[in-house]
């Protein structure tokens, strides 16, 4: 994943034209956010909420009336001349149909996609001091089934398993259900950590709960998260998040989130869309002093500009 993955990605680009004709697609986008953070210089070139990617995707004819199969890569792209350029986000491949999908290999978690991602509204580095809930985000080594919808309802399932782990049938379970109608979104998901050295980075279970409305051009939402630590401490973090489209380019956010004891945070941003690919924004995000002391967030002030493609 260092020089190789650099040609590789370069000599995609240079057949996309083929790529195309092959029901693929390449995507990505490149962020530029300039962050001052309390007590610390400025910093140029950072990622904002999530870092630049290219990605490819796309869909291949199984031969089978109503089977389709699916294939991802996506990498994060090291913005400065760093040793690593190419960092794996997403590698899978899998089947769907009238039944539902079925995926394998390193792919979002629904704990993630479903639930812990309804108050990740931040574009800029604010995301920081106002969101706690995180638990999972991308897994490596796991098999997932997702329902086709359901009358607005969608069940998943996943498992992961690693013979690099020392457990002896998976290294974590996980089921997740979402609910929508009308403006009205709900999302439950829970994680039994199976591996040991899972249990010690992370915990051994974590349930989460999302629910949001949409009404006119505003959304609210909110998460709670419990994660039972192996110390036999839980550990339950919640967010807030609110967003108004002021007009059709310009959207208004805000967010609180309480990191289960005394670090708090909460955070404003602004995002403007010069277009649909190309995302401006500015924020701010306060830290109080138990949750800058933790080191898990700081106070910054961050602007920055995303172009898609």
Do not use: C
């Not at 000599?11 to 195309?20: F, R």
């Not at 290294?171 to 609910?179: G, I, M, Q, R, S």
């Not at 994660?227 to 380019?249: C, F, H, M, Q, V």
């Not at 995002?271 to 967030?297: C, K, P």
């Amino acid at each position: 994943m260092k020089k190789s993955l650099i040609a590789l990605a370069v000599a995609g680009a240079l057949t996309v034209p083929a790529i195309a004709s092959a029901d693929a697609t390449l995507y990505g986008w490149m962020t530029m956010a300039v962050d001052k953070a309390k007590d610390s210089k400025l910093d140029v070139n950072t990622d904002g909420n999530s870092p630049s990617r290219i990605g490819l995707k796309g869909t291949a004819d199984t031969g089978i009336d109503g089977l389709t199969a699916l294939y991802q890569y996506e990498f994060a792209v090291n913005q400065t001349n760093g040793e690593r350029a190419l960092n794996t986000r997403l590698a899978n491949v899998g089947l769907t149909g009238d039944w539902g999908t079925v995926l394998a290999g390193t792919q979002w978690a629904p704990h993630y996609s479903w639930v812990t991602a309804t108050t990740d509204v931040m574009l800029s580095s604010v995301v920081g001091p106002t969101h706690s809930t995180d638990t999972v985000y991308r897994v490596d080594n796991s098999m997932a089934y997702v329902s086709p919808d359901l009358s607005g309802l969608q069940l998943a399932a996943a498992f992961a398993g690693s013979s690099a782990n020392d457990d002896t049938n998976g290294d974590w379970y996980h089921v997740a259900a979402k609910y929508s109608v009308g403006g009205f979104y709900a999302a439950l998901s829970h994680i039994d950590f199976n591996a040991d050295a899972l249990e010690t980075a992370v915990g051994d279970d974590v349930t989460a709960l999302a629910l949001s409305y949409s009404f006119g051009a505003a959304t609210i939402a909110g998460v709670y998260s419990d994660l039972s630590k192996s110390t036999g401490e839980d550990y339950n973090p919640w967010d807030l998040s609110a967003t108004y489209a002021l007009t059709d380019a310009t959207t208004l956010k805000a967010a609180y989130a309480d990191f289960d004891g005394d670090g708090k945070g909460y955070g404003v941003e602004v995002q403007h869309d010069l277009s649909n690919m190309v995302n401006t924004f500015v924020g701010y995000g306060h830290a109080n002093s138990e949750l800058r002391d933790s080191g898990n967030a700081n106070s910054v002030f961050s602007t920055g500009i995303r172009v898609k493609f």
